[in-house]
Structures are given as C-alpha cells and as structure tokens.
C-alpha cells in the first residue's frame, strides 16, 4: 500500500497551490487517477435490480462499457417489455406484479458478456439510490433549457450513462406563470420546450426531474404549488414585482416573503402537467416538512399514474422519518452542500448514522449533491474547493452512505480526474448494492473513522477515512468486525486485489490527509459450517 500512499500524497501537495490559482483553470490532477480505464469488451454496470409500478410506463437503459457498435439482449423480460437491441434502452408497461429474474448481454467484435438482472413490478420505485445530474450546484437560478440539454449531451458523450447516471434534474428557476390545460405551472422563457427536451431524454434512455415545492413561492422566488388565491395567481407577479423570468424583484420584495403555504393547493394541476411533459422525478422543497404538505404532493403524484421519484428538500428530521418512509423515495438530511471541506466532512460524517434505520430499497436519506468537478450555484462557476483526496473521500462516504448520487457540477466541462470519480464501476456497485444497507461507522474518534457495510452476496465493503491533517495508519481484524473466515481484499478505486488478511490478523494501510481507502473484503459473511474454535 505504499505506492498508494506515495500517489495520495502526491495529490496532496498538487492540491495545495491550487487555491492560488485561478479558479477557472482546469486542476491538472491526471497523476492522482486511482481508476483503470474500462476494457474494450463490454461490460454492465449500474443498478441489478429495478422497480416499476403495474402499468406504469417503463424504462431502463443498460448501462454498458465497451467499444460500439454493441448489441444488447435479454432473457426473461416479463410480457408487455420490449429491448432495442441497437440501444440496449428497456421500454413498455408490465401490468402483471412481481419479481422476474432476467439475464441482460451485451457483446461487440471483441467479446460478450452477461449479468443477472431482477425487474420488480410493485409499489415500490427506485430501489436503488437515484444516480444523475442537478443544475442548481452549477447553474442556480441561471438555469436554462440550453445548459440542461448540454449537460444531458455530455452525460452520453462522456460516457456517464453508461455506468448509471441517468436522471438529469432541473432544480429551481424554470417556472413561469400558471395556465395550460391543468392551470399548472408553465416555463419561463428559458424552457421553451419541456415536452421536447423529455422527449430527447427518454429517447437516449435518461431520465427528466423537475423541482417545486408547497409554499406559495419557491426559495428562488418563484411561483410554487400553492396559492392563496383559488385561480391561481400571485399578487406579487400581478403587481409587476418579477423579473422577466418571473422571479421576485429582491430590490422590491423579500424572498421569504412568498414562503409560506397557500390557502389553495394546486399539487394535483402540477403533477398532471408534470406527468403529461415525462417528468420522471420530483425534488419537492420546503423546511421544515411536514406530513400534510408532504402527502398531498404525494396522492398528486400517484393519481397520475406515471412513475415519479419523489424527493424531499430540505433538512428532514427524524421526526417525520416513518411519514417521510411511507410516502418518499427519497429525503434531503440537511441544507445545501458547498465545496469545501468543513461542509461535505460535516454533511458526510456528522449525523448521517442516525438515518440508517429508515433506508432500505425505496427509501433514500439524501445527503445532497455531489460538490466535484466545475461547481458555481451559477451563473459563474469555478472548480471544486475540494482537493483530490477530499473528493474521494467525497464519492467513497455518498458510495458507502448508499445516498442518492446527483452530481452537482457543470457536465459539459468534466476533466478526465472528474470523470474517473464518476466512472469506476465497483465504486458504483456500492452505492447500487441491491440490498440497500446504509453503511455506518464501526470505529473511529475525531481524527479517523472507519465505515463498513454488507452486500447482498455476503462481501463486506470498509473504508477508512483520515480526517486528520496528517497521514494516519488505519486497519481492521475481519473477525473483530463479525467475519469469521480469511479475507481476500481487494481495493475499489484502483479495481486491484491487494491480497489475503487472516480472520484474526489486523490490515492496515497508512491513509493521506482527509483521504480514504476503500476496499471489500471477500467472501464476507458465508454459510458454511464452522468446525472447533472460533472464539
């Protein structure tokens, strides 16, 4: 592991001047790459399991690396699914519930390859952590039709798809006045064709979300989904104290001003506008939730019969956890995240364990958007704060959190450091896991911490986490953390087996400043029967 060390603290001391720099020159961070490139043959990555409610319409892109053209089939498709075989994009409706076991290939000129696939028709959606792009950590409110569709572009040029990004979420800033069919809220100029850009999204297999919220104006100042007035409209957009994108005027009128809850909700007129566009998820934002409000988005949703993520903003308390449970996908744990270390270590580290009885498949504590790459809360965006080591540490804690991961930065400027973060498949197998089991910390104290989490195959994935200042060794005896066989270990960002550590041997490796070492260890926890002492 000292070549490991020596690379991080390479990173290290690479980063440091970085805050002199000018911080719109792209870091050049190609010698702290710990992920290999993907083999020419192809390969399936993302989620093994996927939800879908009976009659919903369905679709699923098979993420697949690998040099095109590939060809894709599938063996066990329940009745009413059909596969582009030129696109390996899953599309049509399954009326009949339950769970079908399917075998997904891809092949190309250079080799095939196959991976075990369960499709769950039920009421549950999303049991896996939702995995894509937002706009607000890069555009804010600048947010636009233009910049969405070239982050969605570049999420299948730069090849994020195909490891499972496949949600591209407008968050606040592209809502206009009420009217339509519904009396729901319509785009600003900036969208000029919603149904057009889910069309292109769900064309390429990706997925559009859409942001909102129960007050009767957003945290942007725009309108939300109530009113106090049953037609529908707002004094303040009536009196001229907007923008021309129908953003309060802050020289004229205090935001928090509009954030409260109208007397009339319109839930119901936005989720039918929302469903007949193709939104297929829905960030919902207000503090504190509470469970009317909550509901109520809910039922909307439900009624249209289109399968909608619902994702609660912000700062849920455990409170309301069984409510948030029943009625969510997924919920933010706290406010927004900024690129540096004091707020993604405290986000990250500071409370998140307290969730870990409300996760399971279906059911996502959120702890915010990924801070890597070109970030700005808009319009101007510079790169991450985050020095290299942090921002694995950043990927590792969101993997092993089992945390929806929605990338926050400006896709169309990914440098090649950036794209490795994003792109190792066996970082991603981690927070896919289909068990859903939120990772929570076994050892540590304020200058370390020590995560651990089971798979569904019985491996164990550990990572150790320095918070110090200064490099630190950290290890573990897999019979101290409940593993009672020798363990082959195998390191995730370098995708490298690293050798054996007997049941009651220590591994330890020394870990950069605020970095990680992520491994798994194998076989875990297995059902074979046990001779003599094992205590």
Sequence with gaps: MKKYLLIALACFALAMPQTM???DETPDYSNCILTPKAPLTPRINGPKVYGARPGAEFLFRIPTTGERPIQWTAEGL???LKLNRNTGIITGKVKKAGTYHVVLKASNALGETSREFRIVIGDKIALTPPMGWNSWNCWGNSVSQEKVMSSAKALLEKGLADYGWAYVNIDDGWQGLRGGKYNAIQPNSKFPDMKGLADFLHANGLKLGIYSGPWCGTYAGHIGSSCDREDGTYKWVEEGIVDEFYKV?????????VWHFGTYSFAKADARQWADWGVDYLKYDWNPNDPWWLKDMRAALLETGRDIVYSISNSSSVVIGPVLRDYAECWRTTGDIRDNWKSMSGIGFGGQDRWAGFKAPGNWPDADMLVVGKVGWG???HWTALTPDEQFTH?????ILSSPL??????????????SLLCNSEVIDINQDPLGIQGVKRYGDETYAT???????????VAMFNLSDQPKMIGFIPHAIGLTTDQSIRDLWRQKDLGKVGRKDRWETEVAPHGVVFVKLSPGVTGEKLHGFFR
């Excluded at 005027?249 to 928090?256: T, Y």
């Design 21 to 23: 720099k000018a911080q």
């Design 78 to 80: 329940p009745k009413g």
């Design 249 to 257: 005027d802050r020289s004229r009128m205090k935001r928090d001003s």
């Design 379 to 381: 319009p101007k965006t």
């Design 395 to 399: 990927i590792t804690l969101w993997s």
């Design 406 to 419: 929605l990338i926050g930065c400006d896709l169309a400027e990914l440098d090649d450091f950036t794209i």
């Design 451 to 461: 995560y651990i989490k089971p798979l569904e195959d019985g491996s164990v994935a």
